[in-house]
């Protein structure tokens, strides 16, 4: 059983930024493929980036890319999530996720194949 913990979250102005934290709860983190999604009123949950196990490769939607970026650090059992630039339309709750298995950006963006998530943060970016 993996437990996700999010923080971070917070009410920010439009061009600024916030670092998202998952704390992770597993006896071995390496074994996860890591993901951010985010949910906003009234939409579907949706894929926000994703990090392989040793952090080697990255994916983003192209919503973010080039503002945020997802990191980890395996031998704290966190991910993170650097968010600049925000605009007010990524205003959402943001989640964490791991899956034990994936390698390409189709097995990561799907958000029903993760296997545990954490309870969400709110982040709203005010204009």
């Known amino acids: 059983q993996v437990q996700l913990v999010e923080s971070g979250g917070g009410l920010v102005q439009a061009g600024g930024s916030l670092r998202l934290s998952c704390a992770a709860s597993a006896p071995f983190f390496t074994d996860y493929v890591m993901g951010w999604f985010r949910q906003a009123p009234g939409k579907e949950r949706e894929f926000v980036a994703g990090i392989l196990r040793s952090g080697s490769r990255t994916y983003y939607a192209d919503s973010v890319k080039g503002r945020f970026t997802i990191s980890r650090d395996n031998a704290k059992n966190m991910a993170y999530l650097q968010m600049n630039s925000l605009k007010p339309e990524d205003t959402a709750v943001y989640y964490c996720?791991?899956?034990?298995?994936?390698?390409?950006?189709?097995?990561?963006?799907?958000?029903?194949?993760?296997?545990?998530w954490g309870q969400g943060t709110q982040v709203t970016v005010s204009s």
């Open positions: 996720a791991a899956k034990v298995d994936g390698y390409y950006y189709d097995d990561l963006v799907d958000a029903r194949r993760y296997d545990y």
